[in-house]
């Protein structure tokens, strides 16, 4: 068996979450906050944790948390390279790789994101990439260079655009239900999707995630060390983090079978091997949606339909929970639930695998985590309230 | 931020800006894009930097509405294409004239003229690819 295979847990959780530019907190005050939750959610003292670990150009370095968490000694600090939201799942790993190496025994993964301390995250993200090549095409922004990739995979790879509209919908229904969604009690219009105002296309505001401010925060442990703890387990079962040859920051030059995938072939590939689990396994599916249609192709990749199949599976009724085959993103998503870099929706693998989730999975017991979509650098991590 | 000419491709930037396009291909046949001084194929180091004519066909597209910042130069909306170039394969970002707003096609032949972008007080050099 894989060494991660259900050997360290999440023991915790801590979510703030407001409107853009609405924190009552500067950005390193709020993570403070999450991290106080999460370990007041597993009954463990925070002076205790010993590691951090984060992704995505976190701005807050863990020894300056250290004062106001009261940490004793600090034993690892530590991101997964990458400027966009492909890091999320594979900061997991990270801690867990802390936790099983005995480097570390009490892990936070966090990310925070307020604007008025960190300025915009797409512009963040893009620092990373953006160079003359794409600045003299105008191509400055994530949303254009996933919508260069969504229009390749409708128009040359026969995907219908109407399925992104399925997706963006499951998300909204189940954040309009769920009390800690940005959307919540909100009724979702389609008609207002429909005619919101064009962004680059194919995508139109509403198959944008739009950034909130806050931060959420994970204890991790050893697996033995979580069920001993106050709260339901919730297992690792299995990470994958990176890229395969003919992905990544390659100027638009990727394989021409991997360009408009969100780049989780391998990371796939690899994780189904090493939890021995396999799509048909996965009972619910948190999916990292930057964009409408990088969500679709993520769902693709982790093998849950193809470009033939896809319109018989990414079905509004099919996506939402209890009843639909494959659940997803079921605390809202980055659409609805609200967007603090895709931290979001690893709090709702969480809660859905407690069995505390706004909408329930009946007998939840496997929750895929399919990381940001379409970055250089991608991640993908199966959770489990038992180990199979 | 990556600027012109301070990169391994600083003999495309210097040839687009005096009209024509040069793209780097190694002594074993392939074409290095992005550039490199150092072919992963096959070892080598020596690069050519080789004249292609600006005939390509269309890899994908957007038309951008929203006026991003560093775009400010642009007319609204306008159209970023990647695109094939012509019996190397390699692609290109650029942008694609669009005055009927006619949606492109993938596969579609287009034929490229040697422009600029301003962003930031600076010009880029820049493809400027129209139809047929
Ligand atoms: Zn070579």
Redesign the pocket.
């Given at each position: 068996m894989h060494p991660l295979y259900g050997t360290t847990a999440v023991a915790g959780v801590g979510l703030r979450q407001y409107k853009r530019g609405a924190s009552p907190l500067p950005e390193q005050a709020v993570l403070v906050e999450a991290i106080l939750a999460a370990c007041a959610d597993a009954g463990f003292d925070p002076a205790d944790v010993d590691g951090f670990v984060s992704y995505g150009d976190d701005k807050n370095e863990p020894v300056q948390l250290m004062p106001a968490l009261g940490t004793r000694e600090l034993k690892w600090s530590s991101v997964v390279w990458g400027g966009g939201g492909g890091g999320v799942a594979g900061a997991f790993g990270l801690a867990a790789a802390a936790i099983l190496s005995g480097q570390a025994s009490a892990v936070i993964v966090f990310r925070a994101l307020v604007e008025g301390s960190s300025g915009r995250l797409s512009a963040a993200v893009m620092a990373h990439h953006l160079n003359d090549h794409m600045l003299a095409a105008g191509i400055v922004a994530p949303a254009q260079v996933c919508a260069i990739r969504a229009n390749r995979m409708y128009e040359h790879h026969g995907v219908p655009a109407s399925v992104a509209e399925e997706l963006v919908r499951a998300s909204y229904y189940h954040g309009s239900r769920n009390p800690e969604a940005v959307a919540f009690g909100q009724a979702f219009d389609l008609e207002e999707m429909r005619s919101s105002r064009w962004i680059a296309e194919p995508f139109r505001l509403f198959d944008c995630s739009r950034e909130n401010d806050g931060a959420a925060a994970f204890l991790m442990v050893s697996a033995d060390r979580a069920r001993d703890l106050k709260r339901p387990t919730v297992y690792l079962l299995g990470c994958a983090n990176g890229a395969e040859k003919g992905w990544g920051d390659l100027l638009e030059n990727d394989d021409e079978a991997l360009y408009p995938t969100a780049g989780f072939r391998s990371i796939a590939r690899r994780l189904y091997a090493d939890t021995g689990l396999s799509p048909a396994d996965i009972d619910v599916v948190q999916l990292y949606e930057n964009f409408s249609a990088q969500g679709v192709a993520s769902l693709i990749d982790h093998g849950f339909c193809t470009y033939e199949n896809v319109a018989e599976v990414v079905r509004f009724d099919n996506l939402v929970a209890p009843t639909g085959k494959l659940p997803v993103n079921t605390g809202g998503g980055n659409f609805a639930q609200g967007f603090i870099h895709g931290i979001g929706t690893a709090y709702e693998a969480v809660k859905q695998l407690r069995g505390e989730s706004a909408n329930p999975v009946p007998n939840a017991k496997i929750c895929l985590l399919a990381g940001g979509p379409g970055a250089p650098t991608v991640s993908s991590a199966i959770f489990g309230s038992e180990v199979p | 931020m990556m600027h012109a000419n301070d990169g391994a491709d600083a003999p495309y930037w210097n040839g687009l800006a005096e009209g024509r396009l040069l793209l780097p291909r190694?002594?074993?046949?392939?074409w290095l894009w992005p550039a490199a001084n150092h072919?992963a194929?096959?070892?080598?180091e020596e690069i050519a930097w080789v004249d292609r004519p600006m005939r390509a066909t269309i890899f994908s597209w957007t038309r951008t509405w929203h006026r991003f910042g560093l775009t400010e130069s642009l007319d609204l909306p306008f159209v970023s294409i990647v695109a094939t170039i012509d019996d190397c394969g390699i692609r290109l970002l650029g942008r694609l004239d669009d005055p009927d707003q006619l949606d492109p096609v993938i596969g579609e032949a287009i034929a490229g003229r040697s422009g600029a972008t301003r962003v930031e007080g600076r010009d880029i050099p820049t493809i400027i690819w129209s139809r047929g």
């Open positions: - | 190694c002594r074993c046949g392939d072919c194929a096959c070892g080598g």
